[in-house]
């Protein structure tokens, strides 16, 4: 089976209307990366830019154990969690594939979105 591009799901999701544009989940994004900026939950998973190559912790904290790297951008953040009074945003690494935790501040979702991202349908870890 032919894998699916990031970019292609993403231009998939706007094209259901399923882009969260105007609801709050975008954030600014630096200028060179503008066109991946773009986020929207479908199917319960996050697809949205964000800051990469990235640490990937074992678990949402920061003195969790190194799982892996997030190198590619945009991203598919299966699920999300709160933890250390942050919103963490679950994936597959690039490196190893191991499922690790990202902050959301190296995910370019807006505060609002980062508050409750299970009030846009994402799914809860």
């Known amino acids: 089976m032919a894998r ?5 799901k993403l231009a998939a999701v706007a094209a259901t209307g399923m882009l969260a544009l105007g609801t709050g989940v975008l954030a600014a994004a630096p ?20 800051d990469a ?10 003195s969790a154990p190194w799982v892996d790297t997030l190198k590619t951008n945009p991203s598919v953040f299966n699920c999300w969690t709160k933890n250390e009074g942050t919103t963490w945003y679950g994936a597959y690494g690039d490196v190893t594939g191991r499922f690790g935790f990202v902050p959301a501040s190296v995910v370019w979702t807006s505060s609002a979105f980062d508050s409750n991202p299970g009030a846009y349908g994402m799914n809860h870890c």
């Open 4 to 8: 699916t591009s990031i970019r292609t």
């Open 31 to 50: 200028a060179e990366a503008a066109a991946a900026a773009w986020c929207g939950v479908s199917g319960g998973k996050l697809y949205c830019g964000n």
């Open 53 to 62: 190559p990235v640490d990937m912790y074992r678990n949402a904290s920061y």
